[in-house]
């Protein structure tokens, strides 16, 4: 069974700019998570998908991030304008039933 | 506020013996925890979980302890092999798993050969 796909698996990008990610979760998964780990924390939730709606979003910046799960099974997470303090590793991560979420490999963002 | 503790930020053990590694919660409504493992360059793996209504659960050489009283849960690793090293993640969920997770910044273990 493929696991949870991300792309691109690193990007470098400048303040100011805009970037995408994205998520292909293990098939069959309702459920999508995107974390955010900065360098030397632990992963933290930025929001949560259940099929196509959106569950928990408590702690997305909303004033420059913005995630979409289009047809409940690919994810997209755009930050818009990015800043320096968004340098981290973006997570996604999937779950079938409540219980364990398998995690895809990350995307390294650096923003100069 | 961090609802997730890991106080120790590294751990160095030999290879043979036990690994304990240690956590601490505040929110007193988790009802599910569980331990990740993570790689350089990887993604965190799941390890093994406990839910609330347990204090222990054991799965090959890996056995979590839930100490509810403490708001303390602790992972036990024997016997420790070189493989295992790696920075392991403790983690909370409230509704029985089903939310989003809350993470402690995780602990190093080494193992020394």
């Known amino acids: 069974e493929a696991g949870v796909a991300q792309s691109p698996r690193y990007k470098i990008i400048e303040k100011r700019q805009s970037v995408a990610f994205w998520c292909n979760p293990i098939?069959?998964?309702?459920?999508l998570y995107w974390y955010q780990q900065i360098l030397g924390q632990g992963p933290k939730l930025l929001i949560q998908?259940?099929?196509?709606?959106?569950?928990?979003d408590s702690q997305l910046p909303k004033d420059r991030f913005s995630a979409e799960r289009l047809k409940g099974v690919d994810s997209t997470l755009k930050i818009q304008p990015a800043k320096l303090e968004d340098s981290a590793v973006y997570l996604c991560?999937?779950?079938?039933?409540?219980?364990?979420?398998?995690f895809g490999p990350g995307t390294r963002l650096t923003v100069l | 506020d961090q609802q997730v503790k890991q106080n120790s930020p590294s751990l160095s053990v030999q290879e043979g013996r036990i690994s304990i590694l240690n956590c601490d919660y505040t929110?007193?409504?988790?009802?599910?925890f569980l331990w990740y493992k993570k790689y350089p360059a990887e993604g965190p793996t799941f390890l093994i979980s406990?839910?609330?209504?347990?204090d222990k659960n054991e799965d090959g050489r890996f056995t979590v302890f839930l100490n509810k009283s403490a708001k303390h849960l602790s992972l036990h690793i024997v016997p420790s092999q070189p493989g295992d090293s790696a920075v392991y993640f403790c983690?909370?969920?409230?509704?029985?798993?089903?939310?989003?997770?809350?993470f402690g910044k995780g602990t190093h273990l080494i193992i020394q050969p």
């Open positions: 991560a999937s779950s079938l039933l409540a219980r364990e979420q398998f």
């Open positions: 098939s069959g998964h309702a459920t």
């Open positions: 998908f259940q099929n196509n709606g959106v569950v928990d």
């Open positions: 929110n007193s409504m988790f009802d599910y």
């Open positions: 406990i839910s609330s209504i347990k």
């Open positions: 983690a909370a969920s409230l509704g029985g798993g089903a939310d989003g997770l809350t």
